[in-house]
């Protein structure tokens, strides 16, 4: 009944993470959501220019699982032995090729966080539309609405040949909302054929407060890198 706030996170906290790296002569690569939707980014850089060469700061230019590939493909990268500088450069070439598609079941927790309007939800909870997202440019946007949740998944899968495919040796990640994740696994279920010859076994997570807030429960979402 009572909608939750949102808050970036601040400069001490960054800088109370980086001590406590460095100061065993270790570097950080540091992975946030977009400059364009938090201010977190901006958090991290201020914390780190007393860091200079031990951390690197990395504008995801995405959110949640999107910005969960990027980290996943960072932690591949330093098993491999890449330095921590090397590790920054690649990213920002990388993050150009990732590709988050989602949809929500609800346009209700939009609305009450003000990213839609009460008559624009309500003309779609009319229509049983579900909107599928995406994160462009950094800035989440509407590039679909399924009528219905049967024509989520085919929805999804449309968008995911548009952009190419899946690049199968990167990481891909899947996230759901609530305590439910049959959803998500039903999609997984149904797309076999976009998932095989995936390097990696395939990962599902929830997605984290931030954004879920907004999403509300039973929202589905993919995350990989495009081919």
Not at 32 to 45: D, I, N, Q, R, V
Not at 64 to 78: D, P, R, T, Y
Not at 128 to 140: H, S
Request: glycine share 10%; aromatic share 8%; with cysteine.
């Amino acid at each position: 009944s009572v909608m939750p706030s949102t808050s970036q996170a601040n400069i001490s906290d960054f800088e109370r993470i980086y001590d406590r790296i460095t100061e065993n002569g270790d570097e950080a690569v540091v992975i946030t959501l977009s400059s364009k939707l938090s201010g977190t980014y901006h958090s991290a850089c201020v914390a780190a220019e007393d860091y200079k060469g031990k951390v690197y700061v990395i504008d995801s230019q995405n959110v949640s699982i999107g910005a969960g590939v990027l980290a996943e493909f960072a932690l591949n990268l330093a098993g491999d032995g890449l330095t921590a500088w090397d590790i920054a450069r690649r990213l920002t070439v990388e993050r150009e090729n990732i590709r988050l598609f989602s949809a929500f079941d609800t346009l209700e927790y939009l609305k009450r966080g003000g990213r839609l309007s009460s008559a624009a939800a309500f003309a779609g909870s009319l229509l049983a539309l579900k909107p599928i997202i995406t994160v462009r440019d950094g800035e989440v946007a509407v590039i679909g609405k399924a009528r219905g949740s049967r024509n989520i998944n085919p929805s999804l899968f449309k968008e995911i040949e548009n952009c190419g495919g899946i690049n199968h040796i990167k990481p891909c990640l899947f996230g759901y909302t609530g305590s439910d994740d049959s959803a998500v696994r039903g999609f997984i279920d149904d797309g076999a054929d976009y998932w095989k010859g995936q390097n990696e076994p395939l990962k599902i997570t929830t997605v984290g407060s931030a954004v879920g807030t907004h999403a509300g429960p039973g929202a589905i979402a993919v995350a990989f890198f495009a081919n």
